[in-house]
């Protein structure tokens, strides 16, 4: 631990380790903020006028876009078709569209000359209702309408039915009863025939005793049940024998294939044994039917049209567009784009060309030919950081980390505690406002037992241009040669403007390795979101797999 001696040689307790060394930030940071309120209404004056422009353009071009679409309708079907009532339009009701259906094709029916028939059989009844008045044959007549309906609504009473018919048939049904619920007679052996023989010569030599009434037996019907039960036992198989599971065959591709071979529609109603007589069978409402699209077409075919506009506007060809009314319409734009691109970027000077992937790919998303072109007029940075900032605000700052950084996963502070992306570490955080200094901050580092080998975090500092101007660690080990301040391992004291441009790197041993490796994990910029003034943040490292 570090001690301070004062002039007469008395020494004083430990000091609490005050923010690295580096240079003052209040003259570099007041510059900085100086130069841009001087030239502030500049600024603001050419935003200003380029905004104007751009932003009445982008509105005219929407309005533009706009009645381009106004008769927009995603189908590949033509408006007339589409008047028609079968089409479920978007948003419609489809019970309610097929009722309006079904009742237009009824009362359509109804109006149709050839109405429908109806084949009735000639019975007493309705021949008793034929008026044959003027008819030469007693089958041709008329039946007024009302007694017709009288008839099929089955209010015409059934006639009477025959005294003696119902008495045989109630006879008929007692004796069906009678014998089955009767005791059949025993059939008789050869010694009770001559014993009868005997009593019929002789008489009964004393008179026969009264036997107890018996319940009737039933005896099975022989010839039948006898079948069934030797059915039973020809089945049944003895204890000694293995038991045997007879499944059913089932069918299998070929029995399925060869039984829809022989399927066959045929003509005639499916029901052979039908007791109706469809003479004429009509559905009453037609098919619904309707297109599913996506419902982002309409607003992505708006924003194709305005970068449709805007790249003919560069190329000095007319920017009017005809209308978009129907797919084939916006796939006739899509196809002007793909041509029109091409032409244009074939057209366009290699040095002010955006630069494509290794793969000849899609171009760099972080380079454009509006970039190029100026990075080429303006000769690289313009040597003002202020000016820099403004004209590519972030961007060489971005661009410096991207390399140094290349590869490892960028964290945010709602990533936290994990598990992380690499190997599923978790890392607790948390914060103590109010611990440490006015105008400073300070980081922590502590881990749990089951990530107890070596952690570090690296303190990274950027200026405009994307140079590292301070880089600090700490580590969770006393012994590290490579932190900050020996007295001060764990613990890093910074000023709170150093956050604004600053990265931390989450570093552990590397494994596979060997001891003394150690390689950075994961990045996290974006401090002072959570790390305002005089806050202290602790992140702890819980699991290192």
Not at 158 to 183: G, H, N, Q, W, Y
Not at 265 to 282: I, K
Not at 412 to 427: A, E, K, M, R
Request: hydrophobic share 40%; aromatic share 6%; net charge negative.
């Amino acid at each position: 631990m570090r001690s301070v001696t004062d002039a007469i040689g008395i020494e004083e307790g430990p000091a609490v380790p005050a923010p690295p060394a580096v240079e003052a930030p209040a003259a570099r940071y007041g510059a900085a903020v100086q130069q841009l309120f001087d030239s502030d209404h500049v600024v603001r004056e050419a935003l200003r006028d380029r905004l104007v422009d751009v932003t009445s353009r982008s509105l005219e071009l929407r309005a533009e876009a706009a009645a381009a679409f106004s008769g927009f309708y995603p189908s590949r079907i033509p408006v007339a078709d589409r008047e028609r009532t079968t089409y479920l339009a978007p948003g419609d009701d489809l019970i309610v569209l097929q009722t309006e259906q079904t009742n237009l094709t009824l009362e359509r029916q109804r109006a149709a000359p050839l109405a429908g028939r109806l084949r009735l059989h000639l019975t007493p009844e309705l021949l008793d209702l034929i008026d044959k008045t003027d008819a030469n044959d007693e089958r041709v007549g008329r039946i007024p309408l009302a007694a017709l309906l009288e008839l099929l609504r089955g209010s015409v009473p059934l006639p009477s039915a025959d005294p003696v018919s119902v008495c045989r048939a109630e006879a008929r049904a007692d004796d069906l009863l009678k014998a089955i619920t009767e005791t059949r007679p025993k059939p008789n052996t050869p010694g009770d025939e001559v014993k009868r023989n005997v009593d019929e010569a002789t008489g009964p030599t004393h008179p026969p005793k009264s036997k107890p009434s018996e319940p009737p037996k039933k005896e099975p019907n022989q010839p039948e049940v006898l079948t069934k039960i030797k059915e039973l036992l020809a089945a049944m198989r003895t204890p000694e024998t293995a038991p045997v599971f007879e499944v059913p065959s089932r069918a299998d591709q070929g029995t399925v294939r060869e039984g829809l071979a022989t399927f066959e529609l045929r003509s005639g109603p499916a029901d052979v044994t039908s007791y109706h007589d469809f003479t004429s069978l009509r559905i009453a409402f037609q098919g619904v039917w309707t297109e599913v699209f996506d419902g982002q077409l309409e607003s992505t075919g708006r924003q194709l049209y305005e970068e449709s506009v805007k790249l003919k506007s560069f190329a000095g060809l007319d920017p009017r567009a005809q209308a978009i009314d129907t797919l084939d319409d916006l796939k006739r734009l899509m196809a002007e784009v793909r041509d029109l691109a091409q032409i244009t970027s074939d057209a366009t000077p290699g040095v002010v060309r955006p630069p494509v992937s290794a793969g000849g790919g899609a171009v760099s998303q972080s380079t454009t030919a509006v970039d190029v072109a100026r990075n080429a007029l303006l000769g690289g940075p313009t040597g003002d950081p202020v000016v820099d900032a403004i004209l590519n605000p972030g961007g060489a700052l971005i661009n410096a980390i991207g390399n140094l950084f290349a590869g490892k996963p960028q964290l945010t502070w709602d990533s936290f505690p994990g598990p992380l992306p690499v190997g599923n570490d978790v890392i607790t955080v948390r914060f103590e406002p109010d611990a440490v200094p006015v105008g400073t901050v300070e980081i922590m580092i502590e881990n749990g037992p089951q990530a107890w080998w070596w952690k570090g975090i690296e303190f990274r500092e950027f200026d405009t241009h994307g140079n590292v101007i301070s880089n600090f660690r700490i580590s969770n080990d006393p012994r590290d040669s490579g932190v900050w301040q020996k007295d001060s391992y764990n613990r890093l004291p910074l000023y709170t403007p150093q956050l604004q441009n600053g990265v931390l790197e989450f570093q552990k041993a590397a494994p596979g390795i060997g001891f003394g490796v150690h390689t950075g994990y994961y990045l996290l910029a974006g401090l002072p979101a959570r790390m305002p003034d005089r806050m202290r943040a602790i992140f702890r490292w819980e699991k290192d797999s």
